[in-house]
Antibody, heavy 112, light 112 residues
Framework: QVQLKETGPDLVQLTQTLSITCTVSGFSLTTYNVHWVRQPPGKGLEWMGAMWNGGGTDYNSAFKSRLSISRDTSKSQVFLKMNSLQTEDTAKYFCARHFIDWGQGVMVTVSS | DIVLTQAPLSVSVTPGESASISCRSSKSLLSSKGITSLYWYLQRPGKSPQLLIYQMSNLASGVPDRFSSSGSETDFTLKISKVETEDVGVYYC?????????FGAGTKLELK
């Protein structure tokens, strides 16, 4: 059974760095791609970036150089790290396997 | 970036009747491989998005055949026949033609 679970902080201070872990089961990260998508409260979906099964990454240029996605295949984990957080980064952050299976998401609030 | 414009923003449907949602792309979503990179998702209240349709007209696994999708290179329609209670939520179209992947703003389906 495919499962993805995001874990991370509920609250992050303004200008600080956000780190979220997506732990997957039921599939291999070397076989399937994992994407990160976020959703501000009451708003739509925004694609952030992808960890490809071959280990490469691609990012939404809207996040410029402040977003980083990495993985540890031995632990079946994909990591999102984003720095210089602003209040507009308050959102629920999802990881998804090929946009087919999604985690429950983690709600992150950026506070001053 | 490719802009996806959905209409209407909300629709109210009597159970058992049909509903249609439109998605218009600012650019052709037909890839060089002959695949139309248009996807439909449903996000039920409080839940993660669920893939309904991939590559414009293919039903995702487990999705009832009450859902169907068609279109051209830039104009797409999701049709839900015999709407049921479980169809309530926000419908998003999305593309994966090029980076960044983007989504429409969403169409909220409610029951009368």
């Amino acid at each position: 059974q495919v499962q993805l679970k995001e874990t991370g902080p509920d609250l992050v201070q303004l200008t600080q760095t956000l780190s979220i872990t997506c732990t997957v089961s039921g599939f291999s990260l070397t076989t399937y791609n994992v994407h990160w998508v976020r959703q501000p409260p009451g708003k739509g979906l925004e694609w952030m970036g992808a960890m490809w099964n071959g280990g490469g990454t691609d990012y939404n240029s809207a996040f410029k150089s402040r977003l980083s996605i990495s993985r540890d295949t031995s632990k079946s984990q994909v990591f999102l790290k984003m720095n210089s957080l602003q209040t507009e980064d308050t959102a629920k952050y999802f990881c998804a396997r090929h946009f087919i299976d999604w985690g429950q998401g983690v709600m992150v609030t950026v506070s001053s | 970036d490719i802009v996806l414009t959905q209409a209407p923003l909300s629709v109210s449907v009597t159970p058992g009747e049909s509903a249609s949602i439109s998605c218009r792309s600012s650019k052709s979503l037909l890839s060089s491989k002959g695949i139309t990179s248009l996807y439909w998702y449903l996000q039920r209240p409080g839940k993660s998005p669920q893939l309904l349709i991939y590559q414009m007209s293919n039903l995702a696994s487990g999705v009832p055949d009450r859902f169907s999708s068609s279109g051209s290179e830039t104009d797409f329609t999701l049709k839900i026949s015999k709407v049921e209670t479980e169809d309530v939520g926000v419908y998003y179209c999305g593309h994966r033609l090029e980076y960044p992947y983007t989504f429409g703003a969403g169409t909220k389906l409610e029951l009368k």
